[in-house]
């Protein structure tokens, strides 16, 4: 066998990039990573995944030589084999193929040192990053996960390509149904396996010189320190509190793209079309501490204010809240009824704001889908219109007379949260004017007097992923508690809302009240608004005044200090063992049996499980039957958010 040799100074370089995109376009991160590595590279083979539309394909052509459609069936492997058995003997062309996938943002440094430090080394193949050793194979529990170079960047050079191994190699690759399988069966197997045939590699950035086994997941801001030209994206959207207990902190990391020259838009408008919202927020920090302190400049936005009068003898007190709105705006006001109407024509009378541009007061035809409804179907026409940059949603809110003061803050923490001064609304409006793929801002779940934290979709999740579905919404819905304005009130770009406003909702849409457990239409649409957004490429954030933040945080410290005490370990840990013990409901003895199983007979759990949820289904109607009929009040009657 010949030696490992240095990549020739007129040597030919192939890239081969595999894309998947789950709408059959492509993202501009992809056309800036592509555009950058034009100048590296003699040909460019892109492989796509699953579909591409006219939009998609046209903009490949820009910046590639071939594009190859497949099944998405295999990842990223198969479609690298793929391409592979596509150039047959005319691989052997090029002195370097360079493997690798959408799965990384970049350049945010340059590639040309990396590839000429690596074109110096007598090397058979080389990866961007590694991974060390490790036992036992964390994937498995058990045997050993060798070294391997991460898969998402393999470059080989000609002594490997025109090798009997490689192809026996790729002629024998396994099936890889699951996102493990490929894993297993490649990622960290493909470099033991050639190195165990003797061929030599090298790697970009070693992990032996950072502070962690996986630098590429840990250590992203180092290694961009150190000259890496790109950076992964699972530190954007990998499990929240796995990043936490490892302090992978993906807002400094946002800024340190940034500070490097990347367009972070392209990494925003990515995450917010395939990440579920409320995993996003937490990922990158996206709540706002907003002060008191008026910003200079302001004036470039067009605002329309949308309130919602549900409640005559608040609207004098909710139209005060509106002139902390220090900039010009157009007021346009929904009511319920004449009566209402005259109330509120009292209330402006007394507002005399000469910021106000025009005022309007609206009588809907019907009070089906309260303040959404009075959204999506009294105002359509506003939602419409191009002249508008923002739209402020503020509201009144009944108050009922259980629970008076958990409803009084919940008020407080929405109005106060949007438009609590008017130094406090230039800080936001300066969120909108600094980024342009902010599409809605809005308060973080209350969790003061209320308790929908770990129960936030409660009937809503069958009926959000048949909205989704309806509205071609495809962003991932979170899993536990949806990331939403659950009071009502945001401040949003209309182009936004695309998604929703697109189907023209009417009051009878409301009036439906069958839905299985009683999800309302209203409630489910306000539960996906991230999701709406993020479909149309904007993403969210949620926006706090200093005085909420800190009761929230202290609020929230306290409490998750007591719910840690009884569960050893890491919170991820915490979490881990009490997901694996699963829903306790009153903890009962079949509650418990059902723990016991999970954790001692996973498997004999998995069966029984079904069979039980219909017995606990079955037992729960039964008793609502014999319950007598009560009424649920409304949101805005101060009932369940």
Same mark, same amino acid.
């Given at each position: ?80 084999? #793929? ?130 086994? #996986? ?202 949260n949007i438009i609590d001064s008017p130094g406090y609304f230039s800080n936001l409006l300066a969120l909108f004017e600094s980024e342009p793929g902010l599409g809605v801002v809005f308060p973080p779940t209350v969790h003061i007097g209320y308790a929908p934290l770990g129960r936030g979709w409660s009937v809503y999740g069958p009926a959000a992923e048949r909205l989704c579905k309806q509205l071609r919404v495809r962003v991932p819905l979170d899993g536990v508690s949806p990331l939403a304005p659950l009071g009502g009130m945001m401040v949003f770009r209309p182009r936004a809302m695309r998604a929703l406003t697109a189907h023209k909702w009417v009051y009878d849409d409301y009036r439906r009240e069958g839905a299985p457990g009683g999800a309302d239409l209203a409630r489910t649409q306000e539960r996906i608004i991230a999701n ?110």
């Open positions: 066998m010949t030696q490992p040799q240095i990549f020739p100074t007129s040597g030919r370089r192939l890239l081969v990039y595999v894309i998947w995109d789950r709408r059959g376009g492509v993202e501009e991160f992809v056309l800036f990573t592509l555009a950058g590595l034009r100048i590296h590279s003699d040909r460019i083979l892109v492989v796509v995944n699953g579909s591409l539309d006219d939009g998609g394909r046209a903009a490949l052509e820009e910046v590639c030589d071939e594009i190859l459609v497949r099944p998405n069936v295999g990842f990223d492997i198969w479609a690298h084999k #793929h391409a592979i058995d596509h150039l047959g003997e005319a691989i052997n062309e090029y002195d370097e193929v360079v493997f690798a996938n959408d799965t990384w943002y970049g350049p945010v440094r340059p590639f040309g040192p990396v590839f000429e430090r690596m074109d110096a080394q007598p090397i058979d193949f080389w990866g961007m990053t590694d991974h060390a050793r490790e036992e036992p194979n964390p994937f498995t529990r058990k045997g050993v996960m060798h070294y391997h170079l991460q898969s998402f960047w393999i470059a080989v050079r000609r002594r490997m390509l025109e090798s009997s191994q490689w192809r026996d190699y790729w002629r024998d690759l396994p099936s890889m149904p699951g996102y493990f399988d490929a894993v297993l069966k490649h990622e960290i197997v493909f470099t033991h396996a050639f190195e165990s045939e003797g061929f030599t590699h090298g790697v970009a950035f070693p992990s032996e010189d950072y502070p962690t086994d #996986h630098p590429a997941l840990f250590n992203a801001d180092l290694l961009l320190d150190a000259g890496c030209p790109l950076i992964k994206r699972r530190p954007f959207f990998h499990y929240p509190p796995f990043l936490d207990r490892h302090a992978v902190i993906g807002r400094d990391l946002l800024n340190r793209v940034a500070q490097y020259g990347y367009p972070v838009e392209n990494i925003l408008a990515n995450l917010a079309r395939n990440v579920a919202p409320r995993t996003l927020n937490a990922d990158l920090a996206m709540l706002e501490i907003l002060p008191d302190v008026p910003r200079p400049g302001g004036g470039r936005q067009r605002i329309i204010v949308a309130a919602h009068i549900s409640d005559a003898s608040a609207a004098g007190a909710l139209l005060q809240r509106v002139s902390a709105i220090a900039e010009p705006f157009e007021l346009i006001v929904t009511v319920a009824s004449s009566t209402d109407q005259g109330s509120v024509h009292e209330a402006l009378q007394d507002l005399n704001d000469p910021r106000m541009r025009s005022a309007e007061v609206r009588v809907l035809p019907a009070n089906d889908g309260r303040d959404i409804a009075a959204l999506f179907v009294g105002l359509v026409d506003v939602l419409a219109r191009e002249d508008v940059d923002l739209i402020v949603r503020v509201h009144t809110m009944k108050m009922g007379t259980s629970a008076k003061n958990a409803r009084r803050y919940f008020q407080s923490q929405q109005i106060d709406v957004a993020g479909e149309s490429g904007f993403h969210c954030r949620t926006v706090m005044t200093e005085r909420h933040a800190a009761l929230s945080h202290i609020s929230l410290e306290y409490t998750f200090d007591q719910l840690a005490s009884t569960t050893p370990g890491y919170p991820v840990e915490q979490i881990q063992f009490l997901h694996r013990a699963g829903w306790m409901s009153a903890a009962g003895p079949g509650s418990f049996a059902r723990m016991y199983l999970r954790f001692k007979y996973p498997r004999l759990a998995r069966r029984t499980d079904p069979a039980l949820d219909l017995l606990r289904r079955v037992l729960v109607k039964v008793k609502a039957l014999r319950r007598p009929p009560r009424r649920s009040p409304s949101r805005a009657e101060g009932g369940k958010l």
